[in-house]
């Protein structure tokens, strides 16, 4: 249990920062040099290295050897692991919403200026 908390928080935490997400996303597309990963951004190719390091530290990415280039791939069990987390509560938010719309309809079943 331990492992899986401390997956999931390495998991959020690199996901927390736009630039991380932007990279999984083209990373989703397939695989991709840091160089490639690094060109829609406006920042430096040591910089999206460290976004890409983060990634790595998580779990998200790993990296290749294909001759010269050492390709980005996804990973995908963090993120499934993720998902499962997120899973858990959507009963909770499910329910939640059922409520509200139950007493939404009641309020509108509810003559105006008449009180239930």
Known sequence: MASTVHQLDLTFAALADPTRRAILARLAEGEASVL??????????????RHIKVLEQAGLVSRGRDAQRRPVRIEAAPLAEAVGWLEAYRGFWEASYDRLDGLLAVLQAVPPGRKQ
């Not at 490639?36 to 290295?49: G, H, K, R, T, V």
């Open 36 to 49: 490639e990963l690094a060109e829609p951004f406006e920042m430096s190719q040591p910089a999206i290295s």
